[in-house]
Each structure stands twice: as structure tokens, then as C-alpha cells.
């Protein structure tokens, strides 16, 4: 891909990061992956949180260090505070502060309603709400006791929530996970208004259906993709590269004056694509 087209005469994609820390949950498979690797192209230094497979972040973290830009692996399970809070100052310890928090590690344990476990509700709600609210709450105190630092940014920080279309699109078989990603909008858009004074900037991308490892039976055998296109406009499954671009940019001060917004990546998926032939 030529990451030069559509940027602003002028915007070295590059260097549009230069200088700014970046953490990202989940970021050693994925959307996490992709993040990672996106936002350290574009020039910033990344911490890669894993909770398993060491192995895989470390490899995420050799293609960040061949941009020149310094990464790396850092253990911590985001739903449990004391390892939220350890990882944090960590980050501060050994890269000086944290400009960008992407909370992305997410999860889905589906089962229709009547079978779903207390556990299999409580481990979504843990992971995908809780625990980017433990990692914004922790950055958010970073950024409040640094400040702006204009060579750095406009902003004096950055939260950016993964979320998902199913923050606004209900799905059958997957309460716990739609919950939880219509927790992660009201708890960005409350954040977004709390510390925008603080120059804190809370947005949220949120992905439509990309290829990895969480959605594979949506898209591994031709029916099934077959069916999943249907539900998509452009007529196309995204590639968690779509999504880490969106990080990318918003993250950026290209974007400084978006505040609470939700950025769809979705190939229309939010447009209703059942009415393109019929009401
Ligand atoms: C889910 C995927 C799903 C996509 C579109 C995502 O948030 O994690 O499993 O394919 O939404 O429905």
C-alpha cells in the first residue's frame, strides 16, 4: 500500500507521530497488531501489551524497531487493576510519559441468551469495558500531570477506544460483547466531555467486519463470506491495516479538533445495507 496517497501536501506520513509514546492493548494479533505497527511507521515509540503468546508480541515489536522508532512487549492482563496500573508506570519509568492510549484488547464469548454463562457475561464486560476504562483512567493521569508539550502535540494526550458497529448495530448471540461496546460508546463520549478542558482528547474508531483471528468462521469459507458481504456495501472485508490507518489519524494533529467522535471503518456496514433493495 502507498501510505503517501491522500495525505495533506506538506505531512510526511512519517513523521506524523514523531516523537509521541504510544501504548496499545491487544496488540500482538489482530487490529492490536496492525495499530502497533501503523502507529510506529508513523514515527511514534510503541509499547506492544500482550496477556499470552510473548512470542508473537515480540515479533510485533521487531517489525516497530525496524522503523527506527523504539517498542516493546509488556505483560499485563487489562482487566485486572494492579496490572493496568503497574503497566502504566512502567511506560513512564522506561519511555519517559505516554502521549497515545489505544484501548483495544478485546473479546467475544458467544452463546444464544439462555445459555450464556454469568462468566461468559462477566469475562466480556471485564475485558472490553473495564478494562479500557482501567487503562484510559491511568493514561488520563499521565497526560494531567505532564501537560501539553507543543513540539510534541497539541494535545496533552490521546485515549482512543476500539469499539465495534455493534455499539449501535444489536446482535443476536453476542449480548455480552454488544453490551459492552455500547458501554465503550457512552463511556468515551463521557470521558471526550470530561477532559476535553484538559486538552485530553477520547475518540473511538469503530471497526466494521476486518479479517483476523476474532471473526474467522465469519469469513473463512466462501458461504460464510458470501453472507458476511452482503452486509457490506463496499463490498469488501476490511484488513486491520483500514483500522489502524483510522488510529493513526485521529491520533495525529491532523485530527486535533475531533473530540467524542466515533469513526466508523466499515464499509458501510452501519447503513442499513438491507434497504439498498427494500422498504
Ligand atoms: C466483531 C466481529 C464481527 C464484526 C461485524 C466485530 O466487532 O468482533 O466478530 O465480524 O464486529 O459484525
Known sequence: MDSTVGAPQGVNPAHLLKGQKALVTGANSGIG???AIGLGRAGADVVVNYVADQESAEAVVREITSFGVRAAAYEADVSQEDQVVAMVERMVREFGTIDIMVANAGLQRDAPFTEMTLAQWQKVL???LTGQFLCAREATKEF???GVVPEVSRAAGKIICMSSVHQIIPWAGHVNY?????GVQMMMETLAQELAPQKIRVNAVAPGAIRTPI???AWETEQAREDLLKLIPYDRIGDPEDIANAV???ASDLLDYVVGATLYVDGGMTLFPGFATGG
Open 126 to 128: 471485564d475485558v472490553n
Open 178 to 182: 454488544a453490551s459492552s461496546k455500547g
Open 144 to 146: 494531567l500531570r505532564r
Open 248 to 250: 493513526v489519524a485521529l
Open 215 to 217: 471473526n474467522r468462521d
Open 33 to 35: 497488531k496492525a495499530t
